[in-house]
């Protein structure tokens, strides 16, 4: 039992970080809410996150809590730069974007053998995003968009951390997203999205194929205040891979469910803030995000 336990400790510094910008998983939970399928008009638009996580649990592969004592934070600043073009393809406008965070993380492990113990803290530029497109189109009440993100590993990797920002591999995510918005003031918006990682060349670990979404159902209050509820979901559809053998059982999961409001100064200007209780994971930790997203158009 013991040398089980300890094997999981030495796994945590490999499940802790798809939650926190970085480790063997790039995928950025939790950053779509209101109007995610809607792309922006023609022209040049910023939007700017800043993102708390939390956690002091981490789970195994059968949701339980593993008994150590565990403590991750990170605190991200991320900025996306859009550009809609007045191209259409399909009848959808054509556009691009690039996304850079900034992520400082930190993770204790304690309570366990002097060897496995952790203290450590980085920050650094993440894994930077970037799309060859996105495709949007609108109607009355539907508005949709499809992409492709490519991961790049820009972030700062070293094999011999327990905690790293960046992954040390190439992700790929084909993403679409959905918007239902009602003249009467109801909206609905879901972000699907599939990750393809490569191998880590250092680790040669393969991290699985992974499905995650976004989500949030609002409702507008009064003129420029929209409130609701907002969340996400991750579940791996492949086990990892090490060195090329298959890691049984090594699939990650987690939900996550939370308020969310969104204050509009002007069309092109608006405000949002949300906060994301993490439940049913398994392979990871279990926390709480908290975001503050300013949206510009110019």
């Known amino acids: 039992m013991k040398s089980k336990l300890y094997a999981i400790i030495i796994m945590v ?36 996150y800043l993102a708390y996580y939390s956690a002091d649990e981490v789970m195994d592969g059968d949701g339980d809590k593993i008994p150590i004592d565990f403590e991750a934070t990170a605190v991200a600043e991320v900025a996306r730069g859009i550009y809609v073009s007045d191209i259409t393809v399909l009848g959808a406008n054509l ?21 496995m113990a952790v203290d450590e803290s980085r920050a650094s530029i993440g894994d930077i995003y970037f799309s060859p497109f996105l495709l949007g189109w609108h109607s009355k009440l539907l508005h949709c968009v499809v992409g492709l993100d490519i991961i790049a590993p820009t ?19 084909p993403a679409v997203a959905i918007s239902l918005i009602d003249p009467s003031g109801f909206s609905a918006s879901v972000k ?6 490569t191998e880590n060349d250092d680790t040669k670990l393969k991290t699985g194929q992974q499905f995650h979404c976004d989500y949030n159902v609002g409702m507008k209050i009064v003129d420029g205040l929209r409130v609701g509820a907002c969340g996400y979901y991750l579940k791996g559809v492949q086990a990892d891979q090490i060195d090329g053998t298959t890691d049984p059982g090594s699939e990650e999961q987690v939900f996550a469910l939370g308020p969310s409001a969104m204050y509009s100064f002007s069309p092109s200007l608006h405000l949002v803030g949300k906060a994301q209780f993490e439940m049913e994971a398994e392979n990871r930790p279990e926390g709480t995000f908290a975001w503050l997203k300013l949206i510009c158009s110019f």
């Open 13 to 48: 510094s490999l499940i802790i970080p798809a939650t926190m910008f970085g480790g063997e998983s790039s995928a950025i939970l939790g950053t779509e809410d209101f109007f995610a399928g809607a792309l922006p008009p023609p022209g040049l638009h910023y939007i700017n």
């Open 95 to 115: 556009g691009w974007h690039v996304v850079v965070p900034l992520v400082y993380r930190k993770v204790e492990i304690k309570d366990v053998p002097p060897s």
């Open 155 to 173: 972030g700062q990797y070293n094999e011999d951390y327990a905690v790293n920002i960046g992954s040390n591999h190439w992700t790929f995510e």
């Open 192 to 197: 699907l999205m599939y990750d393809i990682h």
